[in-house]
């Protein structure tokens, strides 16, 4: 089979790549490594074709996609933050660069196009777990961006015949996690600068919850909802753990795995983020045959000892 990973560079596009190809599937990268980086995908660059172009281009879109068999459409430009500081950025990046990506691949007669959606869709609510039946309530531009791409997926379901999966991730982390700048996820940010002698700030008290999810489950996720996308088009799914903990109680694992003994700094609440966060996967596991086979504990073991090595390395 021939796949498309668009923002191949980036964090998950990259884990979509290795696996891919260990699979010995074909691989079609498409990035403008405005966000992703060339060295994660620097070990395959020989064994996949690379296209270096930007979803709000139409003609990168097509030429993507031709003889494409499954879109897996990670492409994004993430953060809650930043897109509160410059939303029309968000809007063109991922709604109109979604929507040209749902066009070329209809065009191109895709098997699936598999959309990284965001449990950013449930906002601030105090119902959990969060289920498929809850209605969107966003609390960013990047929340309403993920939402209106929701809805264009499954029109094009609908109307075009294209078969469609999104996939709300909730909090992926693992290896190869961006942890420096502004926008960082909080798990590598929190390792990288206990490992360099700096203490992390926590924004807000610290009890807020999430459902942290380990890359390998958003993996297996995407490859499932492309092998079944036919059975499961236009439809919408949790990709998560089913678990969450408090960010207080994450920094003391943290800390725990590091051996080290150091407080955090409270800071302010940022705007647009929510309070709870917790999925229920049944959908994706009956639609999909989705099961998370990394529990967030295991992952954060393995993603803490890829951030000590890394900081080995650099040393």
Same mark, same amino acid.
């Given at each position: 089979?021939?796949?498309?990973v668009t923002?191949?560079?980036?964090?998950?596009g990259?884990h !979509?790549?290795?696996?891919?190809?260990e699979? #010995?599937?074909e691989v $079609? /990268? &498409?990035?403008? +490594?405005?966000t992703?980086?060339?060295h994660n995908i620097?070990?395959f660059r020989?064994?996949?074709?690379?296209?270096?172009?930007?979803?709000?281009?139409?003609?990168a879109?097509?030429r993507a996609c031709?003889?494409?068999?499954?879109?897996l459409?990670?492409?994004?430009?993430g953060?809650?933050p930043?897109?509160?500081e410059d939303?029309?950025?968000?809007?063109?990046?991922?709604?109109?660069?979604?929507?040209?990506m749902?066009?070329?691949?209809?065009?191109?007669?895709?098997?699936?196009?598999?959309?990284a959606?965001?449990?950013?869709?449930?906002?601030?609510?105090?119902?959990?777990?969060?289920?498929?039946?809850?209605?969107?309530?966003?609390?960013?531009?990047?929340?309403?961006?993920?939402v209106t791409?929701?809805?264009? !997926?499954?029109?094009?379901?609908?109307?075009? #015949?294209?078969p469609? $999966? /999104? &996939?709300?991730? +909730?909090n992926?982390?693992g290896?190869?996690?961006?942890?420096?700048?502004?926008?960082?996820?909080?798990?590598?940010?929190?390792?990288?600068?206990?490992?360099?002698?700096?203490?992390?700030?926590?924004?807000?008290?610290?009890?807020?919850?999430?459902d942290?999810?380990y890359?390998?489950?958003?993996?297996?996720?995407?490859?499932?909802?492309?092998?079944?996308?036919?059975m499961?088009?236009?439809?919408?799914?949790?990709?998560?753990?089913?678990?969450?903990i408090?960010?207080?109680?994450?920094?003391?694992?943290?800390?725990?795995?590091?051996?080290?003994?150091?407080?955090?700094?409270?800071g302010p609440?940022?705007a647009?983020?929510?309070r709870?966060?917790?999925?229920?996967?049944s959908?994706?596991k009956?639609?999909i045959?989705?099961?998370?086979?990394v529990t967030?504990q295991?992952g954060l073991?393995?993603?803490?000892?890829? +951030?000590?090595?890394?900081?080995?390395?650099?040393?």
């Open positions: 089979m021939r796949y498309l923002g191949v560079a980036g964090f998950i990259s !979509l790549l290795e696996t891919l190809l699979r #010995g599937d $079609v /990268g &498409l990035d403008n +490594f405005l992703g980086h060339e620097a070990p020989n064994d996949f074709e690379m296209i270096e172009g930007d979803i709000r281009d139409p003609e879109c097509a031709k003889g494409v068999d499954h879109v459409h990670q492409a994004a430009l953060s809650v930043r897109s509160v939303p029309l950025l968000s809007h063109q990046i991922n709604t109109t660069g979604t929507l040209n749902l066009i070329a691949s209809r065009d191109a007669e895709v098997s699936s196009f598999v959309f959606a965001s449990s950013s869709y449930f906002g601030d609510t105090d119902e959990l777990p969060k289920h498929d039946q809850m209605p969107p309530r966003p609390l960013s531009p990047y929340a309403v961006t993920k791409c929701e809805q264009y !997926l499954s029109v094009f379901s609908g109307v075009y #015949g294209l469609t $999966v /999104g &996939l709300r991730y +909730f992926i982390f290896p190869r996690q961006d942890p420096n700048g502004p926008y960082a996820a909080v798990i590598p940010k929190f390792v990288d600068l206990l490992l360099d002698g700096k203490t992390p700030t926590i924004n807000g008290d610290g009890g807020q919850t999430r942290f999810t890359i390998r489950n958003a993996v297996l996720a995407n490859l499932a909802a492309a092998e079944n996308a036919s499961a088009s236009g439809e919408i799914m949790n990709i998560a753990c089913g678990d969450r408090s960010l207080n109680d994450l920094y003391a694992e943290i800390t725990k795995l590091l051996g080290i003994d150091r407080a955090p700094i409270h609440e940022r647009g983020d929510i709870d966060s917790l999925a229920d996967i959908k994706a009956e639609l045959g989705y099961e998370p086979e967030w295991d073991i393995d993603t803490v000892e890829f +951030f000590k090595q890394k900081h080995a390395n650099q040393g």
